[in-house]
């Protein structure tokens, strides 16, 4: 019975200690560069899937876009690259697209995709993702914007 308890007690810790291990942070805000630039807030659900809310901005000589996106992700771990996960994940845009020569704007929706890397330093509360975003923009036209790369640095808590 004692084997029983000990080695029942040592698997819990076990569990546990692999569950930690996977969440890396509960939440984190911060900014966001790159084709745009703006705010990011992830949030994790559960120790591989987040949801992520960017709120951007992007400037041009004829029109600028105002939008907000949000994300739901999958994170995987990097064998051998503790701190270091890759994911993916898909979402909507909701936003402004205004056009500078004639002060007209109109709403613009998209559908969006996202495939990147998450790195959390350790002993530090600081994460960092490097990651691509396609997207189907549905108005104010149809076309497969093929996204940028976009780097963001939050504070987590």
Avoid: C
């Amino acid at each position: 019975m004692k084997k029983l308890s000990l080695s029942l007690f040592v698997a819990v810790l076990l569990l546990m200690a692999s569950s930690a291990a996977k969440a890396q942070y509960r939440h984190g805000l911060g900014v966001r560069v790159g084709d745009s630039y703006g705010i990011t807030f992830k949030t994790f659900l559960e120790s591989d899937k987040a949801l992520d809310f960017i709120l951007n901005v992007k400037n041009r000589d004829d029109y600028s876009i105002f939008r907000l996106t949000g994300l739901y992700e999958v994170h995987n771990p990097i064998a051998g690259a503790p701190g270091l996960r890759w994911y993916y994940g898909g979402g909507a845009t909701v936003g402004s697209y205004e056009y500078k020569r004639t002060d007209e704007s109109e709403l613009l929706l998209s559908i969006d995709g996202v495939l990147g890397l998450d790195y959390k330093f350790a002993g530090a509360p600081i994460n960092a993702s490097l990651d691509w975003k396609p997207a189907l923009v549905l108005n104010p036209y149809t076309d497969l914007d093929e996204g940028g790369f976009g780097l963001s640095i939050r504070f987590t808590f």
